[in-house]
T-cell receptor, first 116, second 112 residues
Framework: GAGVSQSPSNKVTEKGKDVELRCDPI?????LYWYRQSLGQGLEFLIY????????KSGLPSDRFSAERTGGSVSTLTIQRTQQEDSAVYLC??????????????FGPGTRLTVL | QKEVEQDPGPLSVPEGAIVSLNCTYS??????FMWYRQYSRKGPELLMY????GNKEDGRFTAQVDKSSKYISLFIRDSQPSDSATYLC????????????FGDGTTLTVKP
């Protein structure tokens, strides 16, 4: 079956431009997560969507970052007025929510963003 | 101080060696403990997860959790070159199982 897909796989942009990163989760997965991974670093949580609940945006680093999830499926992470420090790999993951039980997260391949 | 600290590595071992990877944490609410493997330019994939304390074995991999010491380990027996990857520990609380906190990862190279 299809896994989590992300597009584009690579994005090079100029400082100050806006970018949109897309994530297609596994069909039927109710939870979707965005993480950022800088070179040689672990995963930094950005935002978490679960069903129709309000998203957990506690990890977004600034108001230049926003994300939406349409129809409970596809998600778009938008970074406005990009800065060089935004350069990183942006990873999306999805899971089937099982309440308090552990929810295995399945990751996409990531979008490598380079801000010049 | 980070909630999850992971030995930075990098770690280089000969094929067949036993590998020990470790993380410590500070949040006593963490109940789920995961190990992910990430190959270069790929997304992480779940290797093992453990609920609360104890050991869990899966083939050549053993995960250990010591909640009293807030310390978790992943052991790889008979390591293979194909085990060369970055290993990330992750943890989540029972009340918010969907939100995981990750370590920075340890890069392992197994030399033939």
């Amino acid at each position: 079956g299809a896994g989590v897909s992300q597009s584009p796989s690579n994005k090079v942009t100029e400082k100050g431009k806006d970018v949109e990163l897309r994530c297609d989760p596994i069909s039927g997965h109710t939870a979707l997560y965005w993480y950022r991974q800088s070179l040689g670093q672990g995963l930094e949580f950005l935002i978490y969507f679960q069903g129709n609940s309000a998203p957990d945006k506690s990890g977004l680093p600034s108001d230049r970052f926003s994300a939406e999830r349409t129809g409970g499926s596809v998600s778009t992470l938008t970074i406005q007025r990009t800065q060089q420090e935004d350069s990183a790999v942006y990873l999306c993951a999805s899971s089937f929510y099982r309440g308090s039980s552990y929810n295995e997260q399945f990751f996409g391949p990531g979008t490598r963003l380079t801000v010049l | 101080q980070k909630e999850v600290e992971q030995d930075p590595g990098p770690l280089s071992v000969p094929e067949g060696a036993i590998v020990s990877l470790n993380c410590t944490y500070s949040n006593s609410a963490f109940q789920y403990f995961m190990w992910y493997r990430q190959y270069s330019r790929k997304g992480p994939e779940l290797l093992m997860y453990t609920y609360s304390s104890g050991n869990k074995e899966d083939g050549r991999f053993t995960a250990q959790v010591d909640k009293s010491s807030k310390y978790i380990s992943l052991f790889i027996r008979d390591s293979q070159p194909s085990d060369s990857a970055t290993y990330l520990c992750a943890m989540s609380a029972l009340t918010n199982a969907g939100k995981s906190t990750f370590g920075d990862g340890t890069t392992l190279t197994v030399k033939p």
